[in-house]
C-alpha cells in the first residue's frame, strides 16, 4: 500500500494541530472568500477572487432547513450580546478607518507612504511617488496607490505600525531574514494588504457588530486596547511568514498559506482566557523577533567593547 506524502505545516501555537493536504483542500471549499495570487510578466500579482454562495435544492432540501434552524440556535449569542460604551466606541472608530480609501492626492497619505520609504531603506533616496523603486518593497508596479483598491488606508496604517513599533519583524519580512526561502517569495508590500484583507473579513468588522466568537473575543479586547487591531496584524503577518516557511510554500501557494493562518488564529481567539492580544500564544513569534535582534545588538555591542582594548 502506498502512503501518501504528508506536507509538513506551522502548528499552531494552542495545539499541536497539523494541516495536510486533504484538510487544507476540504478547508478551501468551506471558505466564503478567497484570496488568489497570479503572476503579471515578472510580478506577483494579488486578486481578491469573487464571493460565491451554493444552495441545497430538489427533495433533499429539507434537510439543509433542519441544519439551518439548528444553526441559527448555536448562533443567537453571537447576536443577542451588548457592547460596552468604550467597545463600542472604538468599534466605531476602527470601522471608520475600514472606510477611508487611499487617495494619492491627499498629503497626508503621500506622507505616510513615504515614511514607510523611509524606514524600509533609510539610506535610499526615493525619486518620486511614482517610481520603480517602489517594486523592491514589494509594490505590483511604480504607483503604490493602486494596490490599496482592495483594502485602503488602513492597511498602509498597519504597515507603518508594524516598522515603528515593531522595527526588527519589519525588516525581517520585509528582506525575508532566516529561515528556508523560495525562489518565487511573496511580495512583502502586496501580501501586507493582503494579511489587512483577510482580518476584516475574519473579525466580521464591517458588520454593526461582528456575529462570530473570534470577532466578539477581538471587540473586548479592543475595548481594553485602541490599537488592538495594529497589534493583531503584526502577530498575523509573523504566522503567516512562520507558515509559509514551514509549508515550503512558493508563491502560487500564498492563498492557501493565508488560509491556514486564518484557521489558526480564529482558534487563539476563540481561547477563553485570552484578554489581551500579547496573551495570544502566536504573539510568542512577534516577541522571539524582537529578542532575536536584542540578543544580536547586545552581542555586537559586547564585541565593539572587546575591540577597544
Known sequence: ?????????????????????????????????????????????????????????????????????????????????????????????LQERLQTPFDESRPDHQAALRDLWRIAFPNVVLNGMISEQWKDMGWQGPNPSTD?????????????????NYPASFQR??????????????????????????????????SEKPRCLPGMNFVRILGEDEAAFDVLYCVAFEMMDAQWLAMHAS??????????????????????DIDRIQDLPAYNLLYQAQKVTLDNFRRDLNYEDRDHF
Open 148 to 164: 490599496f483598491r482592495g483594502c485602503g488606508f488602513i492597511s498602509l496604517e498597519n504597515l507603518l505600525f508594524l516598522a515603528k
Open 1 to 93: 500500500m502506498r502512503l501518501r506524502k504528508r506536507r509538513q505545516c506551522f502548528p499552531s501555537c494552542s495545539s499541536l494541530h497539523r494541516v495536510d493536504e486533504d484538510e487544507i483542500y476540504w478547508r478551501q471549499k468551506k471558505d466564503d472568500e478567497e484570496l488568489e495570487w497570479s503572476q503579471n510578466s515578472s510580478h506577483v500579482i494579488s486578486q481578491l477572487a469573487q464571493c460565491f454562495t451554493s444552495a441545497m435544492v430538489g427533495p433533499r432540501a429539507w434537510i439543509g432547513g433542519l441544519f439551518n434552524r439548528s444553526a441559527n440556535r448555536r448562533n443567537e449569542r453571537f447576536h443577542d450580546y451588548h457592547l460596552t460604551p468604550p467597545q463600542e466606541e472604538r468599534l466605531q472608530r
Open 173 to 206: 519580512l520585509l528582506f525575508k531574514q532566516g529561515g528556508n526561502r523560495a525562489t518565487w517569495e511573496y511580495p512583502f508590500a502586496v501580501a501586507g494588504i493582503n494579511v489587512s484583507f483577510m482580518l476584516i473579513k475574519m473579525l466580521d468588522l464591517f
Open 251 to 272: 508563491y502560487m501557494e500564498f492563498n492557501e498559506v493565508l488560509k491556514v493562518t486564518r484557521r489558526q488564529l480564529e482558534r487563539e481567539l476563540s481561547l477563553e
